[in-house]
């Protein structure tokens, strides 16, 4: 079974479809939404081991430009 996890993103005003566009070139990326509420953007990662999941959220994820803030939250 392989690790995923949920990536509730918040982005910078007028960001949001620069980041989703960003977001689905991704590989490990399995699907994300622009969703209404406290958040701007869901994002699910998907990959071999947790620690691969760590490396496609810090790595890639936290560079993109326009990302506020992120909450990450592991499927157990």
């Keep these: ?3 995923r996890a949920y990536v509730l993103v918040e ?3 007028g960001k949001t479809k620069a980041v989703v566009t960003s977001l689905r070139k ?12 406290p958040y701007d953007v869901i ?3 998907e990959a071999d ?3 691969e999941v760590g490396d496609i959220i810090t ?6 430009d326009g990302i506020s803030r992120t909450v990450t939250c592991l499927v157990v």
Excluded at 26 to 37: A, H, K
Excluded at 59 to 64: G, K, S
């Design 26 to 37: 991704m590989e490990g990326i399995e699907s994300v939404d622009t969703v209404t509420g």
């Design 59 to 64: 790595a890639q994820i936290h560079t993109i």
């Design 49 to 51: 081991t947790l620690n």
């Design 11 to 13: 982005t910078a005003v």
């Design 1 to 3: 079974m392989k690790a």
């Design 43 to 45: 994002a699910v990662v």
